[in-house]
């Protein structure tokens, strides 16, 4: 198969119709987990906790976006930089008194000039809309070409 991308509202409303007629979604998960996880959803409340070992993630609305590339971009990075703060803080919290290490995903830093981060669209398949950069205004170019692309109807940039 080819990677690509999926309107989530096309499908989900035809998955909805056919549960509605007694059909179930059976694979690859009940309809409501597999919207999450295509979706992306679950990665941005997962990542504040250190145990889980997930990277950091914010959500971008497409709005912000599409109003201002720079300031999204820059909102984005200033929330990275305060949830690595906060969940440095609370990881502290929690391995500290008990001798253990923080996990790797908890000490990463946004500190560089040009950060590494990784840039993506919910409902992409096989990683097609997921990009690594580095820097803020690689950022903002990520964001445009992800939103421009023809047919793209998501709401928001991970």
Not at 3 to 16: C, H, I, T
Not at 57 to 85: F, G, W, Y
Not at 121 to 141: H, I, K, N, P, T
Request: glycine fraction near 6%.
């Amino acid at each position: 198969t080819t990677a690509g991308y999926v309107e989530e509202a096309p499908l989900f409303d035809l998955v909805k119709r056919m549960e509605g007629c007694g059909i179930p979604t059976r694979y690859p998960h009940p309809a409501t987990l597999w919207r999450t996880l295509c979706s992306k959803d679950w990665v941005p409340c997962m990542s504040i906790m250190p145990k889980y070992h997930v990277p950091l993630t914010t959500r971008v609305p497409a709005s912000h976006i599409l109003t201002d590339p720079e300031k999204a971009a820059r909102h984005a990075m200033s929330a990275l930089r305060t949830l690595q703060h906060q969940r440095t803080q609370e990881a502290n919290l929690l391995y500290a008194p008990v001798g253990e290490h923080l996990p790797r995903s908890a000490d990463w830093s946004l500190s560089d000039d040009k950060p590494e981060c990784v840039v993506k669209l919910g409902f992409s398949y096989e990683g097609s809309d997921v990009r690594m950069v580095e820097g803020e205004s690689a950022v903002v170019e990520v964001f445009k070409q992800m939103l421009r692309q023809p047919g793209y109807m998501s709401d928001s940039v991970y």
